[in-house]
């Protein structure tokens, strides 16, 4: 699948989970798109964009589980976390119950509306190594008191790269009468998703990660009956509009004045790719190859594994522990000396080597990088092993 794609050859490429990658018939599809805009921007804007939009959001409903007027595009997950935020009404002492896995972004997006509401954001300690999804939901509830309004979690961490037990979650929420907010960026293309079974109140992810979309292509979903209590972030020609839809939710979030959608258009042209390429059979192969050389690469740096290495916790990405203390230059080092493309992250006070694998990819890129670390570990002082 190399030729598929744009990637630089000259660089081993294990980062697919950070922005993702386009394949040429996606890209060519966005430049197609864009090409069309400029031809004749009134035409584009006014007549045929929102005909293409309505196409889009299906197409991406049905990928996703839900009624395609229950979501709309967003250029990433965390506008659309301030979308939520900026509009869910919260008391002075009020808590948000979250855990201590989650995007430093989202951290961010709360603890400002905190410090605007007088809220409390609550990151509750998972303790690692995982050892059962039982651990996870029992650890994450002893956050709970009686002043918990909202649940707020990840289902896959981009740090640890762990997959978190969501249903369970957002079941006992609901039965707890809270709301619920899920930060799915890493899951559409990568695990299975259906958003009518998940059930949540709020649920954003990318197009542009696992499912190969262009850079900047993600949606919200709100459940139908939070839906008018969500405010537009942009206050454009959708509120109170002239010519209003069936749909106020859409109006206000979907048409914010003059925008390229190209990338949200390309959806159709994606979820095309993703089956003609018979794409959940490859990323079946990819997670093999991910578990496969795991603890191979935990004992190289003399760690160990935070999760047991199973389709419950593991996606196409994991995250090695490493010993260092210089994360930023040892990533510095890995790019800069051996043309390897891969985040090394800082989390609770530990770090990780986090690697994604996609069709792209083979067991050769993983081999290049257990040679780097091996030249690392014994030519230089950035890796304790």
Request: proline content about 5%.
């Amino acid at each position: 699948m190399k030729s598929q794609f744009l990637i630089n050859p000259n660089i081993t490429f294990l980062n697919h989970g950070s922005f993702g990658a386009c394949p040429k018939p996606i890209f060519e599809e966005l430049h197609r798109f864009q090409f069309e805009l400029e031809s004749d921007p009134v035409d584009f804007i006014q007549r045929k964009q929102p005909h293409y939009l309505k196409t889009a959001r299906e197409s991406l409903a049905e990928f996703v589980g839900c009624n395609a007027k229950d979501l709309f595009f967003t250029t990433n997950p965390t506008f659309a976390i301030n979308v939520i935020m900026r509009s869910i009404k919260l008391n002075e002492g009020d808590e948000i119950l979250s855990t201590n896995h989650e995007y430093g972004a989202m951290d961010r997006t709360w603890n400002f509306y905190c410090k605007k509401s007088g809220a409390k954001y609550i990151r509750q300690e998972i303790s690692l190594p995982i050892v059962s999804k039982e651990q996870i939901i029992e650890e994450f509830w002893k956050g709970y008191n009686k002043n918990t309004k909202v649940v707020f979690l990840n289902q896959m961490s981009s740090a640890t790269a762990l997959i978190f037990p969501v249903k369970e979650i957002c079941d006992k929420a609901k039965e707890l009468g809270l709301i619920t907010i899920i930060d799915g960026a890493h899951v559409p293309g990568h695990i299975d998703l259906n958003l009518t079974d998940l059930n949540p109140d709020f649920y954003t992810g990318t197009l542009h990660k696992w499912m190969l979309a262009p850079k900047g292509s993600s949606f919200l979903y709100v459940k139908k009956e939070r839906q008018d209590s969500i405010d537009p972030l942009v206050v454009s020609w959708g509120y109170e509009s002239l010519a209003p839809s069936e749909s106020r939710f859409l109006d206000y979030h979907e048409y914010q004045g003059t925008n390229d959608h190209s990338a949200f258009l390309c959806t159709p042209k994606v979820i095309e790719f993703l089956e003609q390429n018979n794409w959940k059979e490859k990323s079946k192969a990819c997670k093999q190859i991910v578990f496969a050389n795991y603890q191979r690469f935990c004992d190289l740096l003399q760690t160990q594994p935070i999760a047991p290495i199973t389709e419950e916790f593991l996606g196409q990405m994991a995250s090695i522990p490493v010993q260092t203390s210089k994360p930023a230059e040892l990533k510095d080092l890995l790019y800069d000396q051996y043309k390897i493309q891969i985040p090394v992250m800082p989390l609770n006070g530990n770090v990780y080597l986090r690697y994604s694998i996609n069709a792209y990819n083979t067991q050769e890129d993983l081999e290049v990088l257990y040679k780097a670390l091996e030249d690392i570990i014994k030519t230089t002082d950035l890796i304790e092993a």
